[in-house]
Structures are given as C-alpha cells and as structure tokens.
C-alpha cells in the first residue's frame, strides 16, 4: 500500500455519526446478501445537524440480479449505472445509489467514459458498512483510485506542481461534465472546504509517482469527451431515476431550487408522468441556466 492509499483507508474508517452508521446498516439490509458495502459521501459529512438534509449514500452489491426481486431494476441498473433510490429512516431523508462491484472498480479509473463515480471519491469518504473483509479491501482499492485519475487528467492543465491547483483545475472540469443546478464556483469550494486534506493528498500522490495523463492538447481532448458523454448520460439517469426513484421529479425540483435560487413548480401532470414530466422540464432549466 503506497502513501496515497494508507491516507484513503485511513479516512474511510473516520467514524460517522450513530445515525448515519444505523441508516447505512437499514440501506444494506434492503438488499440482503448482495450487499458489500456502504460509503456516505458529501457535503453532510461536514454537518452535524443531519435533520432536513438529503444524506448521500452509494450502496455496492455483489452483482444486480442478486440485488433486486425485479429483473428490469437489475438490468438497468446494468445498462445505465447507477440505480438511485430514496431513503428514509428514523426521522432522517437519503438517496443511495447502487453499483455492483465490478462496475465500482471499473468507473473510478481512468478508462471510465464518464467523471460520475471517481468524480466523487476523490472527496471524502467514509465507508460505514462493510459485509467481510474481502468486501472493505475492493471498496477501499476503487475509492484510492479515484483521486489518482482526477489528477492525473487535471494535471496537464496547470503550470507546475502544486497540489491544491491541480485538484482545483480537476474539479471545475468535472463540474462541466455533469449537469448541475450549484453555482458555477461551487467546485472550487469542495478544495476550500478542506484545503490541508486535498494539499496533503496531493502530496502523497505527487510523492507516488502519479504523473499528467497526457500532454495538454491530449488531456483537453479527453476532457472534452468526458464532458460530452456526462452531459448525455446525466439527461438518461434523470430520465431513468424517473422510474426507480419514487418522487423523483420533486427532489429534482428541490434541489434545483435549493442550488440555483430558482422557483420551479411541479405540475400535477408532471408528476403522473415523471419521465415525460422530466424531459419536458429540462430544455427550460438549461434556458434559464438553472442547471449547466
């Protein structure tokens, strides 16, 4: 194990609220004996007021159909990863998204076609449940290798080698990927959020060995795909969390609300027809730059 992967199981074992460790537990058990492991991520975990707040989860199984009663839910899940589904226990909300192991290992490397997966392990994560040994050490190798391809890819783009501007110029490039409803220097407050830990992360990979992925004109490229294909894919999961996500077209318009300062209603038609309702909905928030 180098440097940057003892820094990474090292943060994944930091403790979590006893909420947040019976909420991940209850997650697990929805799944049964497909369920490896539970990793909480993002912004609640740096609040300790959790009541009114959205939780984050990502939920590995084994494979899909081992995970679902329904084949068509493991086998979109296969197709479009992840599956999300909302959460609720003892008082607090969640959405958890589910990926198997072999798709968790695969989308926090390099090869990915999109930034989604290793996008968000390269941020703090803790990993709050695990079913075995085997289970922790494939969850902790696919978080360590998130951070490596962030920045490597964001490497190329900055003068020189300072680790705090490489996961910054990393991270407003994944921002572009995706569609977002946050403003457009949100991704330069994860860094300052945590400052000492991405300088410090980024030391030990630069002390690894980790080098640019390419050239500059190659990594613009590869960017770019990157932001093509997120785009393209974060429209299809809106449309699919219409289906496995119940109420999902109102949790989309909270959230959009909550980032983007908007006012967006539901209508009562969007609602009996989510998927429909969802599509119809975004040519309009892309218009008025609500989401980008």
Request: glycine fraction near 6%.
């Amino acid at each position: 194990m180098n440097h940057y992967q003892a820094l990474v199981a090292a943060e994944l074992d930091v403790s979590v609220d006893a909420q947040v460790a019976a909420m991940a537990q209850a997650i697990a058990a929805q799944h049964g004996g497909a369920s490896r492991a539970v990793l909480f991520y993002g912004s609640c975990l740096r609040e300790k007021q959790l009541d009114g707040l959205m939780l984050d989860f990502y939920l590995i199984v084994s494979d899909y159909p081992s995970a679902y009663p329904k084949r068509w839910l493991a086998i979109a899940n296969r197709l479009i990863p992840p599956n999300v589904f909302p959460f609720a226990y003892k008082g607090l909300a969640a959405k958890y998204a589910v990926l198997s192991e072999a798709d968790f290992a695969a989308l926090t490397k390099c090869e990915a076609s999109t930034v989604s997966v290793w996008a968000r392990f390269a941020q703090p994560t803790r990993l709050v449940w695990v079913a075995d040994n085997a289970a922790r050490m494939i969850a902790v190798s696919a978080v360590a290798d998130s951070g490596p391809t962030l920045f490597s890819l964001a490497m190329p783009l900055v003068d020189g080698d300072e680790p705090v501007a490489i996961w910054r110029a990393g991270f407003a490039q994944t921002y572009r990927a995706e569609l977002r409803a946050e403003r457009t220097d949100r991704s330069g407050s994860i860094v300052d959020s945590d400052e000492p830990r991405y300088r410090l992360f980024g030391q030990a990979l630069l002390d690894d060995g980790v080098t640019g992925f390419a050239d500059r004109a190659t990594a613009k490229r590869r960017w770019s795909r990157l932001q093509r294909n997120g785009k393209r894919a974060s429209v299809v999961r809106l449309a699919k969390a219409s289906l496995t996500f119940a109420g999902g077209i109102d949790y989309l318009a909270w959230k959009i609300n909550r980032h983007a300062g908007t006012q967006i209603e539901i209508k009562p038609w969007q609602r009996r027809w989510p998927l429909l309702g969802a599509l119809t909905l975004l040519p309009k928030l892309l218009s008025q730059g609500a989401v980008r």
